[in-house]
């Protein structure tokens, strides 16, 4: 079987032999870049495979060296989404009393190994990712990665006006799930739920096997509800539930907000009442507590209050009696965490008795997916130009 051929469903199952594979593929097209070291194609293809056999720090210095050899899009681009994923990998060194210390409590074998490989740490390098990036814009290139890229680097400095710029770039380039959905997302941080709503739509109509989060799904619900689209928000709220079940997506929590954001409290309930309270955050028991006050179960309010109450008191003791447990100084601070929690319950059960309804704040995560330049796994172009 050849690299090319792998089926990467299959990576989990078959990883050693995945790894073996990654390993004689590269050794393969080190001998081509040794015949064609100017050969941008070949040397990205070679950062690719030794990413898949987990050897980054080799892959960083192929990527660097094809966008000093032939600076490109493809070659530029991969180095700076490198840069924006992994970060830049930087030579860690020890002291020299270290590292005689060392050399002295190592055999000779170990020693030699160790001089010839270099220790390697890592840090974040999102300013050599931007810089490059702009390069890359310069270059007007034709195909959506590079925008894609550059909106997302916006997007985390919250800059969503021009974010949305190289997303429209990206979708009149190439529609796809992550650039229609980050796009709602920036509308939906604006405020501009009605155009939100739209881009989460045509977002989630674009899931597939290459991106298959429900994500898109739940902000077009959501958005749904919050405009006052009841029975819109229903049938995705019903539909969301069938398909995070059968794809075992983590998403009952969040699908029963698409109730309460349209006072549907019976709906709410039965989905919020399969959560494990005892162990879930204290924050998630606002809205459920109001249901059940509006559906005229208050003695479950108590029950269940008291039930995380004494939990809590439970845990605290146990902590603070347990000599092998963490610090004084981190007991006192896990004491005050919980006692804090106990007394956000108790004001909560008093907030709903008065009639006060509780608030749900929701946020659109980002999307994103492989931007690699010829990434075997999901099958990216490779452009060389």
Known sequence: MNFEDIDFKEYEIKYEEHIRLANEYAD?????????????????????????????EE???????????????????????????????????????EEENNKEEQPLKEQAKDDAE??????????????????????????????????EMYIKKEEYDI?????????????SLENLHNL???????????????????????????????????????????????????????????????????FQSDIAEIYYFIDDYKEFLTEYSKLDWVFYSVEYLPPYFYSLRKLGQSKKIKKLANKIIANKKKQIKEVLNDPEECDDFDKVEYEAEMREEIAFV??????????????????????????????????????NY
């Open 184 to 250: 709602g997302m920036c509308y939906y941080k604006k405020g501009m739920i009605s155009t939100a709503v739209d881009y989460f739509g045509k977002a989630h109509a674009l899931r597939s096997e290459r991106n298959l989060t429900l994500w898109p799904m739940l902000c077009y619900g959501v958005c749904l509800a919050q405009l006052g689209r009841k029975e819109e928000a229903k049938e995705i709220a019903k539909e969301m539930l069938i398909l995070s079940k059968k794809e075992e997506q983590e």
């Open 59 to 97: 892959a960083f210095h192929h990527f660097e060296e094809a966008a000093k050899r032939e600076p490109n899009v493809q070659s530029l681009f991969n180095l700076a989404y490198f840069y924006f994923t992994e970060g830049k990998p930087i030579i860690s060194k020890m002291s020299e009393d």
């Open 28 to 56: 393969k097209l080190t001998k081509d870049i040794s015949k064609e070291p100017n050969n941008a194609m070949v040397r990205n293809n070679l950062a690719i495979t030794l990413m898949e056999a987990n050897r980054y």
């Open 163 to 175: 974010a949305i710029t190289f997303l429209k770039q990206a979708v009149s380039q190439t529609p």
């Open 346 to 383: 108790r004001k909560t059960v008093q907030d709903v008795y008065a009639g006060i309804r509780p608030t749900i704040k929701f946020e659109p995560y980002l999307e994103t997916g492989c931007y690699f330049y010829g990434c075997f796994r999901h099958n990216n172009p490779n452009p």
């Open 118 to 151: 270099e220790e390697y740490s890592w840090e974040t390098a999102d300013n050599e990712a931007f810089e490059l990036l702009e390069k890359v814009i310069k270059l007007n290139p034709q195909h959506y990665f590079p925008y894609n890229l550059m909106a």
